[in-house]
């Protein structure tokens, strides 16, 4: 059973003339990482707060470990909670600047009524390799690859099986990015957590995940694991992003449906891209009329 998974899920915005996220099926199985690559505005943080039940869908059905979203009453829901934990870009926003790190860290334990030790506090920390002096200190007292560290140790805080994490590096310095890069990697193995991941940086996809999902326009365009999607990717949008030898034309638009989104960009469109193409399998799963 997969851990968390989305059956032709559809996100409209209230007053919005069209859906952010169209017809999206994925699954994440226990041990998997998948990363959710696509440019600003193709619907990434949407798709993953969807997921995380905290914009309703418009269609479609998300599921965490088998169960419908949908079926659950808000408390049943804050229960599951602990089990999926989300990490946003901006590692301030989770961290409430008025407040000692001890007091932010310790507030997802009183949120569930479960006392916590000093002791427990560290330990977090030193998961996230900090140490034990950061608990006196207040949000801007700390580099933003420490904040974003501290913001994992919350996320950890209550045993969650699975993290959903929104461009995790992107606010930090390239060195400071590969270090928790890194730690993420370290985690993962130690404490066996699932990952979703989402990133505009195929380089960030590249270093963590298993498997793929290349999001444009809402839609998902490409899918499989790691290898397949960067050995032989099939759409011209995941070639042009991962080689150089497909330009796409950038300044050209997002073109409406029905037809391909990626029509008006695409070297390789033609009349028959004039119809909105369906994921099919062609090895791993590809939505483009030409590689049919
Ligand atoms: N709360 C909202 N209400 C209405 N429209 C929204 C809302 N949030 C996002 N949108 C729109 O939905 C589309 C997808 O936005 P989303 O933030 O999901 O994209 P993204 O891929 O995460 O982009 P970025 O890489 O810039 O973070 C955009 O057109 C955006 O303007
Ligand atoms: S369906 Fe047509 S326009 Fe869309 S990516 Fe494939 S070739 Fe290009
Ligand atoms: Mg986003």
């Given at each position: 059973m997969s851990?968390?998974?989305?059956e032709?899920v559809?996100?409209?915005y209230p007053?919005?003339?069209?859906?952010?996220?169209?017809d999206?099926?994925?699954?994440v199985d226990?041990g998997?990482?998948l990363?959710?690559?696509g440019?600003?505005?193709?619907?990434?943080?949407t798709?993953?707060?969807?997921?995380?039940?905290?914009?309703?869908?418009t269609?479609?059905v998300?599921?965490?470990s088998?169960?419908?979203l949908?079926?659950?009453?808000?408390?049943?829901?804050?229960?599951?909670?602990?089990?999926?934990?989300?990490?946003f870009?901006?590692?301030?926003?989770a961290?409430?600047p008025?407040?000692?790190?001890?007091?932010?860290?310790?507030?997802?334990f009183?949120?569930h009524?479960?006392?916590v030790?000093?002791?427990?506090?560290?330990?977090?920390?030193?998961?996230?390799q900090?140490?034990a002096?950061v608990l006196?200190?207040r949000?801007?007292?700390?580099?933003?690859?420490?904040?974003q560290r501290v913001a994992?140790?919350?996320?950890?805080?209550l045993n969650?099986?699975?993290?959903?994490l929104?461009?995790?590096v992107?606010?930090?310095?390239?060195?400071?990015?590969a270090?928790v890069i890194e730690?993420l990697t370290?985690?993962?193995?130690?404490?066996?957590?699932?990952?979703?991941?989402?990133?505009h940086?195929?380089?960030v996809i590249?270093a963590?995940?298993?498997h793929?999902?290349?999001?444009?326009?809402g839609?998902v365009?490409?899918?499989?694991t790691?290898?397949?999607?960067?050995?032989?990717?099939?759409?011209p949008?995941?070639?042009?992003?991962?080689s150089?030898a497909?330009k796409?034309?950038v300044?050209?638009?997002?073109?409406p449906?029905?037809?391909?989104?990626?029509?008006?960009?695409?070297?390789?469109?033609?009349?028959?891209c004039?119809f909105?193409?369906?994921?099919?399998?062609?090895?791993?799963?590809?939505?483009?009329?030409?590689?049919a």
């Amino acid at each position: 059973m997969s851990v968390l998974s989305l059956e032709h899920v559809s996100v409209r915005y209230p007053g919005a003339g069209r859906d952010v996220v169209k017809d999206v099926s994925l699954s994440v199985d226990a041990g998997q990482v998948l990363g959710i690559v696509g440019e600003s505005g193709s619907g990434k943080s949407t798709l993953l707060k969807a997921w995380l039940g905290l914009v309703p869908v418009t269609a479609g059905v998300v599921a965490w470990s088998g169960t419908d979203l949908s079926t659950l009453s808000s408390r049943e829901l804050a229960t599951r909670r602990s089990a999926v934990q989300p990490v946003f870009q901006d590692p301030g926003a989770a961290l409430n600047p008025r407040l000692q790190i001890r007091a932010s860290l310790a507030e997802p334990f009183e949120i569930h009524s479960r006392p916590v030790s000093e002791a427990e506090l560290v330990r977090l920390l030193s998961e996230v390799q900090l140490g034990a002096e950061v608990l006196e200190r207040r949000p801007h007292e700390l580099s933003a690859g420490m904040k974003q560290r501290v913001a994992l140790a919350r996320a950890l805080a209550l045993n969650p099986s699975t993290l959903v994490l929104d461009e995790p590096v992107s606010a930090l310095d390239v060195s400071v990015q590969a270090q928790v890069i890194e730690l993420l990697t370290t985690l993962r193995t130690k404490r066996q957590l699932n990952l979703v991941l989402v990133s505009h940086d195929l380089g960030v996809i590249r270093a963590l995940s298993t498997h793929v999902a290349v999001l444009f326009a809402g839609r998902v365009v490409e899918q499989g694991t790691l290898e397949e999607v960067f050995r032989a990717p099939l759409h011209p949008y995941t070639q042009s992003l991962v080689s150089d030898a497909v330009k796409p034309l950038v300044d050209r638009p997002i073109a409406p449906e029905p037809g391909c989104s990626f029509r008006a960009r695409c070297p390789f469109a033609t009349d028959a891209c004039h119809f909105t193409p369906r994921l099919e399998p062609r090895g791993h799963l590809v939505a483009c009329v030409r590689s049919a």
